[in-house]
């Protein structure tokens, strides 16, 4: 089972979790805060800037075929309206290495980090962030027409949404284990609630200082819980740039991503898996029906019960990040969305953090042979990027989560192949 030479198959990046000292970047200043959530700071990261050829030519050694990274956009403008020609030219070299060596460039324009000096003017909840975003979109397009065939937009554009919900639910379960706290009289849990609390309370405090911005619940980065008008926002920026790009060269194809679970459910819960599919997906739809692709991105399913998501109905163990290692999440996924969505899908992330790279061999043997399966059912699959090409700046929770296919020793940056990169590898025609 293997796929042909047209399917895209690599591996994916982010700018600010690989490339190292992005300063002038939101992410930045929120890791070097007092009382920071961060574990830790990206720092050097893993000085990709500096050695993306050999990372490249360690992707093309294992036989892969496309490469999906980012483009910063704190390094393009870091200041409002003041382009950065030589971070441009950066890219571009990073772009030319790649089509060098026949790997096509896949290029995702925001992933997470914005510009600092965007945050300040009121993030992604100010309307003003898609004229921002699509002159961005466009100075960048201008640069890379002619190179460049597929361009994702906006990565997770349904972040922002999904941390509102998730915040939602932490503080409901923060209210029960409080009420909990105060009729056992738990200090063990009280300690570590307060103490959890209280850093957060300081480091949103110590953030909205530092954005200027005088109400710590308005600063809005692109992972701070969205209202209904911030999630449209991103859908405008989206809609904005995808126009710009198109006006500057028609024929790149263009997208976004979204970070979808396998929505599954037990009896009784068909009305509450049915309502988180629809603020996943479905009423995205409207904003992305011309795209020419969409990105697809899982890591796990969630089942629902009548009570809502039930995290004790699942059997897998759990990866390093505390989520159910299943596999098949990325092929249900990709087949749901294909009811859904008419344009080609890509598989922008999937991907297991574990330190068993036995594991994750095995983790990418069941998903591309179920994604195998997908493209035989006649569903317009066009690519598979692992994440990630290597181990990396996993955002609040640092370096410990090892996502992948290539390790690195952050003392001396030195990059060692694990299996798994071979493995994914080993899917392609030679
Ligand atoms: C994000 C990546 C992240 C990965 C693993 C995705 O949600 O796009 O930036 O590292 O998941 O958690």
């Given at each position: 089972?293997?796929?042909?030479?047209?399917?895209?198959?690599?591996?994916?990046?982010?700018?600010?979790?690989?490339?190292?000292?992005?300063?002038?970047?939101?992410?930045?200043?929120?890791?070097?805060?007092?009382?920071?959530?961060?574990?830790?700071?990206?720092?050097?990261?893993?000085?990709?800037?500096?050695?993306?050829?050999?990372?490249?030519?360690?992707?093309?050694?294992?036989?892969?075929?496309?490469?999906?990274?980012?483009?910063?956009?704190?390094?393009?403008?870091?200041?409002?309206?003041?382009?950065?020609?030589?971070?441009?030219?950066?890219?571009?070299?990073?772009?030319?290495?790649?089509?060098?060596?026949?790997?096509?460039?896949?290029?995702t324009y925001h992933h997470f980090?914005?510009?600092?000096?965007?945050?300040?003017?009121?993030?992604?909840?100010?309307?003003?962030?898609?004229?921002?975003?699509?002159?961005?979109?466009?100075?960048?397009?201008?640069?890379?027409?002619?190179?460049?065939?597929?361009?994702?937009?906006?990565?997770?554009?349904?972040?922002?949404?999904?941390?509102?919900?998730?915040?939602?639910?932490?503080?409901?379960?923060?209210?029960?284990?409080?009420?909990?706290?105060?009729?056992?009289?738990?200090?063990?849990?009280?300690?570590?609630?307060?103490?959890?609390?209280?850093?957060?309370?300081m480091s949103m405090m110590e953030?909205?200082?530092?954005?200027?911005?005088?109400?710590?619940?308005?600063?809005?980065?692109?992972?701070?819980?969205?209202?209904?008008?911030?999630?449209?926002?991103?859908?405008?920026?989206?809609?904005?740039?995808?126009?710009?790009?198109?006006?500057?060269?028609?024929?790149?194809?263009?997208?976004?991503?979204?970070?979808?679970?396998?929505?599954?459910?037990?009896?009784?819960?068909?009305?509450?898996?049915?309502?988180?599919?629809?603020?996943?997906?479905?009423?995205?739809?409207?904003?992305?029906?011309?795209?020419?692709?969409?990105?697809?991105?899982?890591?796990?399913?969630?089942?629902?019960?009548?009570?809502?998501?039930?995290?004790?109905?699942?059997?897998?163990?759990?990866?390093?990040?505390?989520?159910?290692?299943?596999?098949?999440?990325?092929?249900?996924?990709?087949?749901?969305?294909?009811?859904?969505?008419?344009?080609?899908?890509?598989?922008?992330?999937?991907?297991?953090?574990?330190?068993?790279?036995?594991?994750?061999?095995?983790?990418?043997?069941?998903?591309?042979?179920?994604?195998?399966?997908?493209?035989?059912?006649?569903?317009?699959?066009?690519?598979?990027?692992?994440?990630?090409?290597?181990?990396?700046?996993?955002?609040?929770?640092?370096?410990?989560?090892?996502?992948?296919?290539?390790?690195?020793?952050?003392?001396?940056?030195?990059?060692?192949?694990?299996?798994?990169?071979?493995?994914?590898?080993?899917?392609?025609?030679?």
């Amino acid at each position: 089972m293997l796929f042909n030479k047209d399917f895209m198959l690599g591996a994916a990046t982010a700018a600010h979790q690989v490339e190292g000292n992005n300063v002038g970047s939101d992410y930045w200043i929120m890791e070097n805060l007092e009382h920071s959530v961060f574990v830790e700071k990206s720092g050097s990261a893993v000085d990709h800037y500096n050695r993306y050829e050999e990372d490249i030519d360690l992707l093309k050694k294992a036989g892969l075929n496309a490469y999906r990274f980012s483009i910063e956009w704190a390094r393009i403008e870091p200041v409002e309206g003041q382009w950065n020609e030589k971070e441009m030219e950066h890219y571009i070299k990073v772009i030319d290495y790649c089509l060098a060596n026949g790997i096509e460039p896949v290029v995702t324009y925001h992933h997470f980090s914005s510009p600092a000096w965007l945050i300040t003017k009121g993030g992604w909840e100010s309307p003003d962030v898609v004229r921002y975003f699509e002159r961005y979109a466009k100075y960048v397009t201008e640069h890379v027409a002619g190179k460049v065939k597929y361009v994702c937009t906006i990565n997770e554009a349904n972040m922002r949404l999904q941390m509102a919900f998730l915040i939602k639910d932490i503080t409901e379960r923060m209210s029960k284990q409080s009420e909990i706290q105060n009729q056992e009289g738990s200090v063990q849990v009280g300690v570590n609630l307060s103490q959890n609390q209280s850093q957060m309370m300081m480091s949103m405090m110590e953030t909205a200082k530092a954005f200027n911005i005088d109400d710590p619940r308005k600063v809005a980065n692109f992972v701070s819980q969205a209202s209904e008008e911030g999630d449209l926002l991103v859908m405008k920026a989206h809609n904005a740039a995808r126009n710009a790009i198109k006006a500057v060269d028609s024929s790149i194809q263009v997208g976004l991503t979204l970070s979808l679970h396998d929505i599954q459910c037990v009896d009784g819960g068909e009305e509450n898996a049915k309502k988180a599919w629809d603020d996943e997906f479905t009423h995205y739809l409207p904003y992305i029906e011309k795209d020419d692709f969409l990105g697809v991105q899982c890591y796990t399913r969630k089942i629902f019960d009548a009570n809502g998501a039930n995290s004790t109905l699942e059997t897998g163990p759990k990866t390093q990040m505390g989520y159910e290692d299943y596999p098949m999440g990325i092929v249900n996924v990709v087949r749901r969305c294909a009811e859904e969505f008419k344009g080609a899908i890509i598989v922008t992330e999937n991907g297991i953090a574990t330190s068993d790279d036995e594991r994750r061999c095995e983790f990418i043997k069941e998903a591309l042979t179920g994604l195998n399966d997908c493209i035989t059912e006649g569903i317009k699959l066009k690519g598979y990027f692992a994440w990630s090409l290597l181990d990396n700046f996993e955002w609040q929770k640092g370096f410990s989560m090892t996502f992948g296919l290539i390790s690195v020793d952050r003392n001396t940056m030195e990059r060692t192949p694990k299996n798994s990169l071979k493995v994914l590898g080993s899917f392609i025609e030679a």
